[in-house]
C-alpha cells in the first residue's frame, strides 16, 4: 500500500555538526511534507514543513528539501546542539482514492542524539 | 488557548474492559485522527475523521472504534481492551490533512496499560 519510509531510525553527531534525515513517499499525489519533533516525554510538534511546488525551505537551522522526480524529502539540521535531541517524524498526505479522503501518515521516527 | 485534550492521561485497566479515551478540540478543525506510538514503529494511524459522520480506518483499525458526531470530539473506544493495545495514543487535529497553515496539533497523549 501506500506508505512514508524515513532512514535512518537512529543518528548520533558530534555537536555542531550536521545532521539529515531522509524519507520517501509512493503517493505521487502528495504534495505537503511536514516534519514533527518529539522531545522525550512530549507530543510531536511541527518544525517545518514544505509544498510541493517549492525545492527547498529554510528556517534558521533547519531546511527540507524536496525532490518530488524522486518522491523523497529531507531535514537538514546545521550547527547541531543538545536540544536538537529529539525523535524526529516525517509525514505525508496520501489520498484514499475509493472514498476520496485523504490521511496523513507518518514516517517510523528518527531518533536523534546530539553528543556534546 | 487552541487546543487538543485528551484524557485521560494515564490509564490502566483489566483485558476485556471497555474504555473511552476522550478527544476534544477548540479550533474548529475539520481533521481528526487518532494514533499510537510504540517503540520502533513510529506513530501509527487508528482511525480517523474528515469531518462529522466521515471516518475511516487507519492503519491499525482492530480492536478499536472511534465516532465524530460533533465536530470538537472525536472519543476513541476499546469494547473489549487486550494486552496488545498497551501504548501512548495521541489525538490529533488540523483543517485538512494537506493544508500547510494548517499543521496537525497533537493532544498530551494517553498512556494506556492492559493488564
Known amino acids: 500500500g501506500e506508505n512514508v519510509e524515513q532512514h535512518p531510525s537512529t543518528l548520533s553527531v558530534q555537536e555542531g555538526d550536521s545532521a539529515v534525515i531522509k524519507c520517501t513517499y509512493s503517493?505521487?499525489?502528495?504534495?505537503?511534507f511536514p516534519w514533527y519533533k518529539q522531545e522525550l516525554g512530549k507530543r510531536p510538534q511541527l518544525i517545518i514543513d514544505?509544498?510541493?511546488?517549492?525545492g527547498e525551505k529554510k528556517d534558521q537551522r533547519i531546511a527540507v528539501t524536496l525532490n518530488k522526480t524522486a518522491k523523497h524529502f529531507s531535514l537538514h539540521i546545521t550547527e547541531t546542539q543538545p536540544e536538537d535531541s529529539a525523535v524526529y517524524f516525517c509525514?505525508?498526505?496520501?489520498?484514499?482514492?475509493?472514498?476520496?479522503?485523504?490521511?496523513?501518515?507518518f514516517g517510523t521516527g528518527t531518533r536523534l542524539t546530539i553528543i556534546p | 488557548e487552541a487546543q487538543v485534550t485528551q484524557n485521560p492521561r494515564y490509564l490502566i485497566t483489566v483485558t476485556g474492559k471497555k474504555l473511552t479515551v476522550t478527544c476534544s478540540q477548540n479550533?474548529?478543525?475539520?481533521?481528526m485522527s487518532w494514533y499510537r506510538q510504540d517503540p520502533g514503529l513510529g506513530l501509527r494511524q487508528i482511525y480517523y475523521?474528515?469531518?462529522?459522520?466521515?471516518?475511516d480506518k487507519g492503519d491499525v483499525p482492530e480492536g478499536y472504534k472511534v465516532s465524530r458526531k460533533e465536530k470538537r470530539n472525536f472519543p476513541l473506544i476499546l469494547e473489549s481492551p487486550s494486552p496488545n493495545q498497551t501504548s501512548l495514543y495521541f489525538c490529533?487535529?488540523?483543517?485538512?490533512?494537506?493544508?500547510?497553515?494548517?499543521?496537525?496539533?497533537f493532544g498530551n497523549g494517553t498512556r494506556l496499560t492492559v493488564t
Open positions: 475523521s474528515m469531518n462529522v459522520e466521515v471516518t
Open positions: 479550533m474548529n478543525h475539520e481533521y
Open positions: 509525514a505525508a498526505p496520501i489520498w484514499i482514492s475509493n472514498f476520496g479522503n485523504e490521511k496523513l501518515t
Open positions: 514544505i509544498r510541493s511546488n517549492v
Open positions: 490529533a487535529s488540523s483543517l485538512s490533512p494537506n493544508r500547510a497553515d494548517s499543521p496537525l496539533h
Open positions: 503517493d505521487s499525489a502528495s504534495n505537503y
